[in-house]
């Protein structure tokens, strides 16, 4: 039996739950950010000063969006035309940014994802800051010069001049490289609103997490994590939450925060890691960090974790989780026909979507830092990582080593790519330099400039910064003379075992010797340094999608003009393959390169202003018959792919007809007519000697896959004697 009081007690109760207690305004987001693409004005212009450029009408600017360059170059012709751009000097931005729209009770923090190459930002006529390099991410603590009252303008100069002896760029690397530095904003652009007490912005930015994951030797794991602060109050503490890739929260840890302490370390346990296994199984962890106090959370961070365990051993190569995996990819430029280097999402998810196409595992950011959507994709496609900074060919302008600048500019770059890259699982190896030696061993250089001894600093650098992965550098030209008699030979200071790996850029066949002399020359490189990891970290040759030739093995080749027939292309490939294939003790091969790029030293083939070594064209619409013979070779896609598909108008009757193809045997047809089963040898599939009718004639090709049937064809067009 009720009793009254029990009773009324139980009714209260029940109200209470059923009315739910007032809500309180939600909080502030704890970061949050206004994108600044739209609105900026621009003009090129190496005459303008700040002041000027402040007081220019605004009929003397072009109105554009960001990411921007003023840049274009290469065209698929002989000589330039109105579409190229190949100015170097100084662009002006300038937007106009309303200070009334800003969240009260923030900081105002402006990050540039990139500025090629040197980058002064003016706010309201005052000077903010400088930063030197053209490809890393850079912030500003705009705070104090923004008036939340009124509008501000904001003042851009991106400066991508042409080094030279006393030159704006003397002190930044690289002074020399075979790609364009393109200028201008050509990555996004935000102004981030963070609370006084943040995850620290400031250090080279990073994004002030830096996770380490360790994996036991009996399968356990755990979480290492460092998180640098800035502006802590009493009363506050850190909150850090390991998600697994479904969002559940596997691990977390609490602690507090002094006032004014700048950073804290601590771990998390994770007992049985999901790996992070490649392109097999790219799985991936989130770290969120948290800010907090007694009124909610005032600041936070995710970045990417991914447990896995690498090894490189110079006989066997290079090992993911304690399982051998031979590492094969290409290296990439990150320029576009039309864009320059002002990409969008879209075009990295192209780019990455056609290597993966083609079955590599492994990329080589080359020569420089990637765009952050770049490291994110290679995470999420399984990608294994070469990333490097811009040193690139020589040291100095003279007979003399890397000046101070220059010194400093290098271990500022190294920093920054480290630290803000830290978190990405996908990157195994950071490199310090790319044909360092280039100048100095072609005679361009006296041997005075001598780039051992930064890269030794660098070296150092980057193992105190990361001492969770190798250090690697790429070599031009070590013992690629040794045909020569030695009074011939250039001078060649060796590079190897500075790194703790090393790559070997290698043309055997394209700039000299012959093909079948890469493999017998990696093997004496590999005897006289048997202790260290050894790699190609290119290899390749130019192709023209308009040259052709019947007989590339006897065809002579003009590697720095013209022609670059396509088929000379793809058999330079085939006799290199197999030849790195067949060495165990690579830990990895990279194709130069996967697109076709700009450079303004190059007049060849059929373009100008392009290195044609790519695999795919500059503007990603053709994919060459190389493309395929790899795609054969790696890929576990049924591939049919008849070769020279390009060259429609013969005037020989005779030709063989190639094929690539990962099917044992392809069914060719000629008008119609069986040509009968071809055996495919090592995916390649070949009839020495068909006839061309006159007029038009179609090829086809047919191989059956588990799948079902794949054809390809093609038509040629035989011409009157």
């Known amino acids: 039996m009720w009793r009254w009081p029990t009773l009324l007690a139980a009714l209260l109760v029940a109200a209470c739950a059923a009315t739910p207690p007032p809500q309180a305004a939600p909080p502030p987001p704890a970061r949050s950010a206004t994108e600044l693409a739209k609105g900026w004005q621009f003009r090129f212009d190496d005459a303008l000063t700040p002041e000027t450029a402040l007081a220019l009408p605004d009929a003397e600017w072009q109105a554009v969006t960001l990411p ?17 751009d190949n100015r ?3 662009g002006w931005y300038r937007l106009r940014l309303d200070g009334r729209t800003l969240p009260a009770g923030k900081r105002h923090v402006i990050e540039f994802d990139a500025v090629g190459n040197i980058a002064d930002l003016w706010v309201n006529g005052r000077h903010v800051g400088r930063h030197a390099g053209a490809w890393s991410r850079f912030r500003f603590d705009l705070t104090g010069y923004l008036d939340p009252a009124r509008a501000n303008i904001l003042l851009l100069r991106a400066d991508n001049s042409a080094p030279a002896p006393g030159s704006s760029t003397a002190g ?6 075979d790609f364009f530095i393109h200028g201008g904003p050509y990555r996004g652009v935000r102004l981030l609103h963070v609370a006084p007490s943040h995850i620290a912005l400031g250090d080279h930015g990073s994004a002030g997490v830096f996770a380490t994951p360790v994996v036991e030797s009996d399968g356990s794991g755990r979480l290492d994590v460092r998180v640098e602060l800035e502006g802590i109050a009493a009363g506050q503490s850190l909150v850090a939450t390991l998600r697994d890739a479904e969002g559940r929260s596997i691990g977390e840890a609490t602690r507090p925060v002094a ?19 490649g392109r097999a199984d790219p799985y991936l962890y989130r770290l969120d960090t948290r800010l907090a106090d007694a009124g909610g959370t005032l600041d936070a ?23 051998h995996l031979p590492l094969h990819g290409v290296s990439r430029h990150q320029d576009y026909l039309g864009k320059g ?19 590599a595992n492994t990329v080589r950011f080359a020569h420089y830092q990637h765009a952050p959507d770049w490291y994110e994709l290679a995470d999420r496609y399984g990608m294994i990582v070469w990333s490097e900074i811009p040193f690139v060919n020589k040291i100095s302008f003279g007979a003399a080593t890397a000046s101070p600048d220059l010194v400093a500019n290098a271990r500022t770059q190294l920093q920054e790519l480290i630290r803000q890259n830290y978190n990405h699982p996908s990157v195994v190896t950071w490199g310090v330099g790319n044909e360092v030696d280039l100048d100095v061993a072609l005679g361009r250089l006296d041997p005075k400039a001598d780039a051992r001894p930064l890269l030794r600093e660098l070296n150092a650098l980057a193992h105190s ?47 000299y010797g012959k093909p079948a002399d890469l493999g017998p020359h990696l093997d004496r490189m590999h005897a006289r340094y048997p202790a260290v990891p050894l790699s190609v970290s290119e290899y390749g040759a130019g192709g023209a999608l308009t040259q052709h030739v019947a007989d590339p093995a006897s065809h002579k080749i003009n590697a720095g003009g013209r022609p670059h027939p396509e088929e000379y292309q793809s058999w330079l490939h085939e006799q290199s393959w197999p030849q790195l294939r067949d060495r165990p003790y690579l830990w990895a091969t990279w194709i130069w390169n996967m697109f076709d790029f700009a450079s303004k030293v ?44 390009r060259w429609r108008d013969r005037t020989d009757a005779k030709t063989a007809i190639k094929v690539y193809s990962n099917a044992p045997r392809v069914a060719l047809t000629l008008n119609g007519a069986s040509l009968g089963d071809i055996a495919c040898a090592d995916r390649i599939c070949t009839f020495p000697d068909a006839t061309l009718a006159p007029g038009e004639n179609v090829v086809t090709a047919r191989a059956d896959f588990p799948s079902g049937p794949v054809r390809d064809e093609v038509r040629w067009t035989l011409a009157a004697p």
Not at 172 to 177: A, C, K, M, Q
Not at 341 to 359: F, K, N, P, S, V
Not at 484 to 492: H, S
Not at 613 to 642: C, E, M
Request: hydrophobic residues 35%.
């Open 341 to 359: 280097w002002a990409l969008t999402r879209a075009d990295h998810e192209r780019d990455m979507a056609l290597i993966a196409e083609m079955g």
């Open 602 to 645: 190059r007049q060849e083939g059929d373009a100008t202003d392009i290195n044609d070594k790519g695999l795919v064209t500059y503007d990603r619409k053709v994919k060459k018959d190389a493309f395929y013979y790899y795609k054969a070779q790696w890929s576990n896609a049924p591939v049919v792919h008849i070769t020279s598909r």
């Open 259 to 277: 006032a004014g302490q700048r950073g804290l370390e601590f771990s998390i346990d994770v007992p049985a890691p999901h790996r992070w296994d």
């Open 172 to 177: 930044v690397i690289p002074l020399d490289g």
């Open 465 to 511: 910064e990361d001492a969770t992965r190798p250090t690697v550098m790429a070599d031009c030209c070590e013992a690629t003379h040794e045909t020569l008699t030695p009074d011939a030979r250039p001078v060649q200071p060796p590079l190897t075992g500075i790194t703790d790996l090393v790559g070997y850029n290698r043309y055997y066949g394209w700039y």
């Open 68 to 84: 921007h360059t003023w840049n274009r170059l290469g065209e698929y012709r002989i000589g330039r035309t109105g579409a190229t």
């Open 88 to 90: 170097q000097g100084k």
């Open 301 to 323: 961070v995710s970045v990417p974790v991914g447990f896995r365990t690498i090894r490189f051993d110079p006989e066997q190569g290079f090992f993911l989780n304690g399982r």
